[in-house]
């Protein structure tokens, strides 16, 4: 039975967003959405010795109100510097820095990327080849969409020949499960709860953050603090 997720481009995303791509066949970046604002598509949070700290692409917006998210320009590369700098500074004595730190600067300092979705999608890659999931990854703009937020999840769905379409617990806000049950597609949603707390630098335990920080400090042993992989 052929299971697939969809979901929007986050940059170095946590470990949830990689526990729901392990959890599928085919993993949808469903980027042909507007881009908004102070959201997931540009920043996510790592842990310093001063607590939790934003890590934010600069991204032109100006005039730019109905952009869609693989529409969205990176603004300048001088960000660059402050990222690489602050995993520097926060990780480079975690026990497994070393496992991603030089790919990671090869992207940030030898790579050009000129829209975020294509930064976004290379770093899940790298992200996916280390914890070794395989999920068949693909972009959103393959597919012909439909009018309608369910509408187009179950269209791509028909697509793909998915029985089953894996989602996260916030999708029941906005997902019409009777458009589901109609085409005959089971819907799921993945269970978060369960997570538990690792070995951290920088004193108390701080959840929801960007999976490097699980990387950096467990290395291969990630699976023993997800669910998937």
Known sequence: ??????SQSNYIPWRGYFDLIAS?????IFDDMQYTKRDWRNRNKIKTKDGPLWLSIPVKVKGKY?????EAEINGQSWK??????????YSKAPF?????????????????????????????????????????R?????NLK??????????????????????????????????KENKIKLSYINYSKYGRYSQLWGEFVDN????????????KCYEHMQYI
Not at 1 to 6: C, D, L, R, S, T
Not at 81 to 90: F, G, Q, R, V, Y
Not at 161 to 176: L, Q, V
């Open 209 to 220: 953050l960007s999976i490097l920080d699980l990387i950096f400090n467990c290395g291969r």
């Open 66 to 70: 109905f952009q869609k998210i693989n």
């Open 24 to 28: 599928v066949d085919e993993f949808i």
């Open 139 to 143: 972009d959103s703009s393959e597919f």
């Open 147 to 180: 009018n309608g937020k369910t509408e187009r999840l179950v269209n791509i769905c028909k697509d793909l020949n998915a029985c089953e379409y894996i989602t996260g617990p916030s999708a029941k806000d906005y997902i019409d499960q009777n458009i589901f």
């Open 97 to 137: 820095f070393k496992d991603l730190s030089s790919e990671l600067e090869k992207i940030y300092f030898k790579e050009n990327y000129i829209y975020l979705s294509e930064l976004n999608r290379r770093l899940i890659e790298l992200i996916c080849n280390y914890l070794k999931i395989k999920t068949k990854i």
């Open 81 to 90: 510097i402050n990222h690489w700098e602050s995993l520097k500074a926060s």
């Open 1 to 6: 039975m052929k299971k697939i997720a969809i």
